[in-house]
């Protein structure tokens, strides 16, 4: 299964690639939310499974990379990575068509049985 | 299959075994809105097909069962826990609705007696300023009326909330000193100028024996005989007449007996009607209503009152010949507490040194309260200058700018209200501002609403409309503990807040440990990234800040905020005061206020702990 991650923190970029990939899932990992539309479009590239998203970051709004998101590959599931006190913001991401979101500081074993309602049928286990 | 009996079946059970689509399309047809049976569905799936289970799941199925393993057991529990689920949804269902009716029910009565209390503190403020005025004797008949009545309306709008209060078994008597025979001339009074308005003669037989200063609800019982007085004077006919009575029927050592009795010569209760009278929103015949008005309440919540001071109300009647009804209950005689006469003045307290004058700063939005105010406060001491600032913005302002002695703060109020003022205050300004003392004035008079303004920091409390003796008294008691405060607080040292906040201010590493998951050198990879990034977002953060860009500086300190959060900071005021972004009206203002060298010294601190830490696991490893 492959994950898609993006997050302006270096902290939750390093430590969901390095658990997710240990979890055995192949993860593209960025800081940049640029990087993680060009990656999406690769033609060429093995689409991906799944992606796992900041809802805010500098430069690009967790909202616009959504709506680029679901644009580009509308039927890949996200899970949003968002703080508490962001419910608006998180109301209009389901509305957009986001799936699921974890809140900041991020638990990684909820994280990871949220993926597991994610994966493909047969790789459930 | 056709559906025309929705609602009569507990459970469906539907055999899916054909493992085409057909199956999984009869499940959705069943669950539609249009084939909805309303009960939870059960799925039966073919030998070796989990996948079929697992999509009907999706679907709306409460539970699939394969055919392959089925025995009875597995199908009972599985219907059962159907059952339990559906009704689990029926009970979660109602009471939700349950909760949401209570709650806009409990709002409605808290902005209704907002709504009613606001004029009223006009009306009552305006008689006061009126009394202190010139006047004649007539006119202080008149202003007497004005003063009694209003009063008497206050406690009406606080029996609207008793009604709520009642239902749900809230309401609670006090106990406190009271005068009674005060209470039994004060409703005389109130009662000549009707009486005399609807030409009707009104009688007073209060027994010489009556204790005069007694402890319990004064204002409960005033609302039972007020209630019943209304009645008798109601249902009475020009001519007719009124008495209220009151006797001693038994003493003991502490308490005495006290029968009360309301009289008049009206209309009368037919015999068949006795009973029901006490019942809510019920009057003694439909065209009553027509003819006198009134919601039929009165009685039953004077039945209710009685019943919580140990007594019953009774009623005697003959049809077309009047009515009488009363009640008995014991009070306490209070010995011990000596009644300050009215006429006593409460002086503004000289505390301090020098002869200068008290200087009150005067938040409050509405042109006709500053008013009543600024004359109590000046016809109360030549010693007080009142400034006014017309909402909390403003009021934060002024206290920043000049100094007060004290201040008198609304709570609703356009632009910023009084709560989120006092909190800006005693988060946000220096330490010779931020402990001013500040008393809410406000016309919630709710419980819930007393503690939003001690959580925010607020001194003192008084609801509108104001009693003045009271409002001096308290002014005195927060002007006298920001005296001593002052007199005997020990001279701190030059930056207090910032020295004591360090040594609050402890990182905490320990949710790296959870996101390394037990491995140390991804633990102290991840910390390392923390070292590498947060000086150059501390460094983004000071930039935004002075170049005053608003946005940038709230858009920094959001991920700032989550990296304090990282390292066991996420509850730090000292931390939060600056990084947590107020709402989008307020953040140019909050900006303003931002204590940057503050913050700066802290950031500082922390970094230096994480490189601390750092260094010596890294060593350990």
């Known amino acids: 299964m492959k994950i898609l991650v993006v997050d302006d923190d270096p902290v939750i970029v390093k430590a969901l690639e390095s658990r997710l990939s240990r979890e055995g899932f192949e993860v593209f990992a960025t800081l940049n939310p640029n990087e993680a539309v060009t990656e999406l479009k690769d033609e060429e590239k093995e689409p991906f499974d799944l992606i796992i998203s900041d809802i805010v970051m500098p430069y690009i709004s967790g909202i616009e990379l959504l709506t680029e998101i679901k644009r580009v590959t509308p039927h890949t599931p996200i899970i949003l990575i968002s703080a508490l006190d962001q419910k608006e913001l998180i109301l209009t991401a389901f509305e957009l068509g986001a799936q699921d979101f974890v809140v900041k500081p991020i638990n990684l074993d909820e994280l990871l049985l949220r993926i597991t309602k994610y994966m493909p049928r047969e790789e459930s286990k | ?621």
């Not at chain 2, 009907?56 to 339990?84: E, P, R, T, W």
Request: glycine letters at 6%.
């Open chain 2, 1 to 621: 299959m056709e559906i025309d009996e929705k609602d009569k079946f507990d459970v469906a059970l539907l055999d899916l075994s054909l493992t085409d689509s057909r199956g999984l399309k009869t499940l959705e047809k069943f669950l539609s809105k249009e084939g909805y049976l309303g009960c939870p569905t059960i799925v039966l799936t073919g030998y070796e097909d989990e996948k079929t289970g697992f999509e009907a799941l999706q679907k709306g199925a409460v539970d699939y069962l394969n055919k392959g393993k089925i025995n009875s057991y597995l199908l009972v529990k599985s219907i059962l826990y159907a059952c339990i689920r559906k009704d689990n949804q029926a009970l979660l269902k109602a009471k939700e609705v349950a909760e949401n009716t209570a709650e806009m029910k409990q709002r409605f009565l808290a902005s209704m007696s907002h709504e009613l209390r606001t004029p009223l503190n006009v009306v009552i403020g305006t008689a006061s300023l009126l009394e202190q005025s010139e006047h004649t004797q007539q006119q202080q008949k008149y202003i007497d009326a004005l003063k009694i009545t209003s009063q008497s309306l206050l406690g009406l709008i606080n029996n609207i909330l008793d009604v709520s209060k009642i239902e749900s078994g809230k309401i609670e008597l006090e106990n406190k000193p009271f005068e009674l025979t005060k209470v039994l001339e004060d409703l005389m009074q109130l009662y000549s100028f009707k009486s005399k308005d609807k030409k009707l003669g009104l009688y007073k037989k209060f027994d010489l024996s009556l204790p005069n200063y007694v402890i319990g609800d004064s204002l409960r019982l005033n609302q039972v005989l007020i209630n019943l007085l209304d009645n008798a004077m109601k249902f009475t006919e020009s001519g007719g007449e009124v008495e209220l009575k009151a006797k001693v029927i038994d003493e003991t050592e502490d308490t005495s007996t006290i029968c009360f009795q309301i009289t008049d010569s009206g209309i009368g209760i037919a015999p068949e009607k006795l009973e029901s009278i006490f019942d809510s929103f019920v009057q003694a015949d439909e065209s009553t209503t027509r003819l006198y008005g009134g919601t039929g309440l009165g009685l039953s919540i004077s039945q209710h009152l009685v019943g919580l001071f140990g007594g019953q109300l009774s009623v005697e009647s003959e049809y077309g010949k009047g009515a009488t009804f009363g009640f008995t209950i014991d009070l306490i005689r209070d010995k011990e507490t000596v009644f300050i006469p009215i006429e006593e003045k409460v002086e503004l307290s000289s505390v301090r040194a020098n002869d200068d004058y008290t200087k009150i700063l005067l938040v409050e939005d509405h042109d006709f309260n500053q008013m009543i105010a600024i004359q109590l406060l000046k016809n109360w001491s030549n010693k007080i200058e009142v400034d006014i600032a017309h909402n909390g913005k403003e009021g934060v302002e002024k206290v920043t700018k000049n100094y007060y002695d004290l201040v008198l703060m609304d709570i609703a109020m356009p632009e910023m209200d009084g709560l989120t003022a006092t909190k800006m205050i005693r988060t946000t300004l220096p330490d010779n501002k931020k402990n001013i003392p500040i008393i809410a004035m406000t016309a919630h008079a709710l419980k819930t609403e007393m503690e939003k303004c001690f959580a925010a920091g607020m001194n003192d409390f008084i609801s509108k409309p104001i009693d003045q003796s009271l409002l001096f008294k308290k002014i005195n008691k927060v002007l006298n503990l920001a005296e001593e405060e002052k007199k005997g607080g020990i001279p701190k040292p030059a930056e207090p807040s910032a020295i004591n906040e360090l040594s609050g201010l402890k990182v905490d590493l320990v949710y790296f440990d959870h996101l390394a998951c037990g491995d140390p050198d991804l633990k102290m990879t991840l910390i390392k990234s923390v070292l590498d990034d947060l000086p150059i977002e501390l460094e983004k953060i000071k930039v935004a800040y002075s170049e005053e860009n608003v946005e940038e500086f709230y858009k920094v300190a959001h991920k700032l905020k989550s990296t304090f959060g990282y390292v066991g900071l996420k509850e730090s005021p000292a931390i939060n005061k600056v990084l947590v972004r107020p709402t989008e009206r307020e953040e140019k203002f909050y900006f303003e206020f931002v204590d940057f060298e503050h913050f700066k010294v802290i950031s500082k601190e922390v970094l230096s702990q994480i490189n601390d830490i750092y260094f010596k696991e890294n060593k350990s490893i």
